[in-house]
């Protein structure tokens, strides 16, 4: 115990051994570092998931082109753009709240984690409204869905793609929403300053990949059929 | 220990300010018609806000060179899943195979 004691104070920070550093780091950047990397890894596990979607997405999409632009037309464009606003808000707030964690500033982050929040929960209110839209137009795949549009099994397999990469873009969505609010309890108990702040450093990575898949989503899905509609097509 | 990079607002707002006007290139891309660079043009847009995204908003270039390696090696195996997945299905009528 002693010599844990006097290892602790001889090590690199050269004063005492911060309490956030577990036994196991070298030294808190160490442990910064070793936190990054592993959420890296897991991001790029969530890059490979959504990559098998997006590979459907493609191949159906070479082989129905004139389904995907049809399906593509019935979506809200302004709704998506919106929504992609409202993401790229949300990720200023999130690097400004673990830029406040830098600086030891309490009140940035419960500031910044809360517009965070909110700017998810936009996101979420929006989709609701065009998931709602998309029930009422019968364009939800399975018994209901209107077979009386041109190439409407092809079409339907485009709401299929659209609907599960958008359904677990929001599941991951609500997920981010979740962990805000456990660091923002933290924040708020001063959990968090210029020594340490990895928690809300990789719980911030999670959120901005989230808004990186709807960065993709936004033309791949809506965007389609735009020149058409401008072109009176 | 005071090693660690703390990132100017300015540079934030800055990034913030161009993915939204990207976005709006998005959209003005998305609403001419450009035939068959139509969706070449949109993913280079999305790939240059993602990048943004990636390396300002992540912080990846503070990050050591093992977490940059891991990060570009992730995105390489997606070409990769892209590539030779397409590889095959787009060859796939090359060739007449006799009997079928």
């Known amino acids: 115990m002693a010599s844990h004691i006097a290892q602790a104070a001889h090590g690199p920070e050269g004063h005492g051994h911060d309490p956030n550093l577990q036994h196991h780091f070298y030294s808190m950047e160490q442990q910064l570092e070793a936190s990054t990397l592993g959420m890296w890894v897991f991001l790029v596990t969530e890059i490979m998931f959504f990559g098998g979607m997006f590979m459907a997405y493609i191949l159906y999409r070479v082989l129905y082109p004139e389904a995907w632009v049809l399906g593509s037309h019935h979506l809200n464009v302004t709704l998506g753009a919106l929504n992609t606003g409202v993401l790229i808000c949300s990720s200023l707030t999130m690097a400004l709240a673990v830029r406040s964690a830098q600086v030891s500033s309490r009140k940035g982050q419960i500031v910044n984690l809360i517009l965070t929040i909110l700017f998810g929960c936009t996101f979420l209110v929006v989709k609701y409204f065009e998931y709602k839209e998309k029930f009422e137009h019968h364009l939800v795949p399975g018994p209901h869905f209107d077979m009386s549009l041109p190439q409407a099994a092809q079409q339907q397999l485009f709401f299929s793609l659209y609907f599960m990469l958008t359904g677990i873009h929001a599941a991951h969505m609500i997920v981010g929403i979740v962990l805000m609010l456990v660091i923002l309890a933290m924040a708020i108990r001063g959990r968090f300053s210029a020594s340490y702040y990895t928690p809300v450093e990789i719980s911030g990575l999670y959120w901005h990949f989230v808004d990186i898949v709807w960065i993709f989503l936004f033309p791949l899905l809506y965007l389609l059929g735009a020149h058409l509609a401008a072109h009176g097509g | ?100």
Do not use: E
Request: charged residues 10%.
């Open chain 2, 1 to 100: 220990m005071s090693a660690h990079i703390v990132t100017p607002v300015r540079t934030y707002v800055f990034i913030f300010v161009t993915l939204l006007i990207l976005t709006g290139v998005t959209y003005l891309a998305a609403i001419h018609d450009f035939g068959a660079l139509h969706t070449p043009i949109a993913l280079a847009i999305a790939l240059a806000k993602a990048s943004l995204v990636v390396i300002y908003f992540m912080g990846v270039r503070y990050n050591t060179p093992l977490t940059k390696v891991v990060v570009v090696a992730g995105f390489f195996w997606l070409f990769i899943l892209f590539g030779l997945t397409l590889n095959d299905y787009l060859t796939r009528g090359w060739l007449g195979v006799p009997g079928r």
